[in-house]
Structure formats: C-alpha cells, structure tokens
C-alpha cells in the first residue's frame, strides 16, 4: 500500500523545539488526512494534529499555540514543528495517512489507512 517514514525525534531542553517529518510513498493518488498521533508510557494513543486535502488543521488542546503542522503536497509529506516543548510531550510519535493508492488495472483506486513505524520526542527536564 503506502508506507509512511518519519524523522526528527530525539531529546530536547524543555522549552526547545524539534521538527519531526513523515514522508509518504507509494503509488499514492490523493492524501486526504495526514497527520501526528503519539503515545506516552501508560496513556491512550492521542492525536495531536492533523491536516486535511483542503489545508483544513486540527490540534488537540495540549499543543495548540505551541505546535503548527504542514504539508508539502509535492513530497507528499508533512511536517510537524514542536515548540516550547514540555515534559508532558514525551512520547512515542506516530505519523498517520488516509487516502487512495493506485491499486492495479483491475482495482485502480484503492483506499488506505497508513502508519509510520514511530520516532521517540523526549524532553529533559
């Protein structure tokens, strides 16, 4: 289907910033939502931002006025800059996909629901 690499953890200073990456890849047709979940040790898996086809973005509240995300649609990728980042971000990140693919003559369109393998943020503080 289509595979999702991410980049950019590591270890900051609370109050630093990390910018963490996800690239998609495939025989991608449309990317329609693509954004960030993460899970910390013992807590639910959470989205934390996403952006849809049309540029529409979602925050969850705890990020909101610290994070941004961003997508560039030529490189089918998208961006998540963390700033003022607190010891309540570490987690474990997971970039997520939804869209169509390519799937053939037979089933030229197929839909998709893809997720990265993950990428650690932690946060000294």
């Known amino acids: 289907q289509v595979q999702l690499v991410e980049s950019g953890g590591g270890l900051v200073q609370a109050g630093g910033s990390l910018r963490l990456s996800c690239a998609a890849s495939?025989?991608?047709?449309?990317?329609?939502?693509m954004g960030w979940y993460r899970q910390a040790p013992g807590n639910q898996r959470e989205m934390v931002a996403f952006?849809?086809?049309?540029?529409?973005?979602n925050f969850a509240a705890s990020v909101k006025g610290r994070f941004t995300i961003s997508r560039d649609n030529a490189m089918n990728t998208v961006y998540l800059q963390m700033n003022s980042l607190e010891p309540e971000d570490i987690a474990d990140y997971y970039c997520?996909?939804?869209?169509?693919?390519?799937?053939?003559?037979?089933?030229?369109?197929?839909?998709?629901?893809?997720w990265g393998q993950g990428t650690q943020v932690t946060v000294a503080s």
């Open positions: 495939g025989t991608i047709l449309t990317i329609d939502n």
């Open positions: 997520n996909a939804k869209g169509t693919y390519y799937g053939g003559t037979s089933r030229p369109t197929r839909v998709f629901d893809s």
């Open positions: 952006i849809t086809s049309d540029g529409s973005i």
